[in-house]
């Protein structure tokens, strides 16, 4: 996996560099990908890296009614993990503590969450800036219905496509977005419109993957930006805003480690100042050497990925009861990218309860193995620690397989 391709036939420039060259991996699941909830989805993971910049950009972008579509009526990151909410609560805190304090000693009086999800991570923001109106704004119809059951101040709606007058006509001293510009057809433009509810004094927060160093987010369908912490505040200056703060932030996904995430500060830059982005030199980690270096450690992690079936295949071979431990994202890539042993997959187990199924998969207990007594049980979790729970599960008496061997963070 050593070929290194530069693409012609790419019409869309770099959003952040305007270049037209491209580099390209070859695809290795021509038919199959995997979107951020869970849908797997029978066309190919086009993905290509700017040869200019470095920045990871969809081959083929969808239109924003295609987005709308799909945001509104198809995505459902929210009921398709089951138990996953017991997990996730330390997350919510941790990124609202990172949001709050990024701008601290700072008291803003309105704050606005864009696709705010189940109003989660809005609550706990809301916890925290007690005196300020917190409002969430949300393509996904189930989850803002589940907001709203929850109490929570959430409205259903889309930058660039549909935002209710009573959200698009105030102003707000703090917006946040919580991996979201990696979804958009146009980072830019939905900065722009973000740009349009700031106050002058105000602050826009971005959360999203750190693309430094290859990462599961590369391998979801719908993520058409991969973005170092150089590409988003380029991005931003391109948008109008001046960046004050840009650090590594708790993991918003399946991404428990901070290195893969990142935190962008901005505000509206001032008359007298510039954000000429060709101002902003280049980072050493982006020099020519180093972009040839990291698409070739992206190559890699996509190669893995494709080799993922084979390898767990040979591994398996005379395992006749296979469970999977988890339901979360990871558990979805294992049965998207690998479609025969997931075939074999009987059922799934977790700690807790669910009277829900996964990819139509019964899911039980782990408390309750001892009735099924599976021969193997394949471990669906982060690499990041699948070693310690192999541990745990065989200490149980059980036969586990983890594949961090093969495909890392």
């Not at 950009?57 to 198809?74: C, I, R």
């Not at 065989?394 to 061997?405: C, H, L, P, Q, V």
Request: hydrophobic residues 35%.
């Amino acid at each position: 996996m050593n070929k290194i391709t530069l693409e012609n036939n790419i019409q869309h420039h770099c959003i952040v560099c305007n270049s037209t060259r491209w580099l390209t991996w070859p695809i290795g699941h021509s038919m199959r990908s995997v979107r951020s909830d869970g849908a797997i989805l029978n066309q190919p993971l086009t993905k290509a890296q700017c040869y200019q910049c470095g920045l990871v950009q969809s081959a083929q972008l969808p239109d924003t009614n295609t987005l709308a579509t799909l945001y509104t009526e198809k995505y459902d990151i929210y009921n398709n993990r089951p138990n996953a909410e017991q997990f996730v609560a330390s997350r919510y805190a941790a990124l609202s503590n990172a949001f709050t304090g990024s701008v601290a000693p700072y008291q803003p009086r309105r704050v606005l969450e864009v696709g705010c999800g189940n109003g989660a991570t809005l609550n706990a923001v809301q916890s925290i800036w007690t005196n300020a109106m917190c409002i969430g704004i949300e393509p996904v119809v189930a989850a803002v219905e589940e907001a709203k059951r929850c109490g929570f101040n959430v409205h259903q709606g889309m930058i660039g496509v549909s935002v209710p007058p009573n959200i698009a006509s105030q102003k707000y001293d703090v917006i946040y977005a919580v991996h979201v510009i990696e979804h958009t057809q146009n980072p830019i433009e939905f900065l722009l419109e973000l740009k349009k509810m700031l106050t002058t004094d105000g602050f826009l927060i971005l959360s999203c993957p750190n693309a430094c160093m290859p990462n599961l987010e590369m391998m979801r369908a719908d993520h058409h930006y991969s973005m170092t912490p150089y590409h988003l505040e380029i991005i931003a200056r391109k948008s109008g805003l001046i960046p004050t703060k840009n650090t590594l932030c708790p993991g918003g996904s399946e991404n428990l480690d901070d290195e893969h995430n990142q935190l962008l500060v901005c505000r509206l830059a001032q008359n007298t100042e510039t954000q000429d982005a060709r101002l902003i030199p280049m980072p050493f980690y982006l020099n020519e050497e180093n972009r040839i270096k990291l698409f070739k450690a992206r190559q890699d992690y996509f190669y893995n990925f494709e080799k993922l079936d084979s390898i767990l295949q040979s591994k398996l071979k005379n395992i006749k009861r296979l469970f999977c431990f988890g339901t979360g994202g990871w558990a979805c890539m294992l049965a998207g990218y690998a479609p025969q042993i997931w075939n074999t997959v009987q059922a799934c187990i977790i700690d807790g309860n669910s009277d829900k199924t996964f990819y139509g998969k019964p899911i039980y207990s782990f408390e309750s193995l001892k009735s099924w007594r599976p021969d193997g049980i394949i471990i669906g979790t982060n690499p990041a620690i699948q070693t310690s729970l192999a541990q745990r599960i065989n200490k149980d008496g059980y036969n586990a397989i983890r594949w961090s061997d093969i495909v890392a963070m």
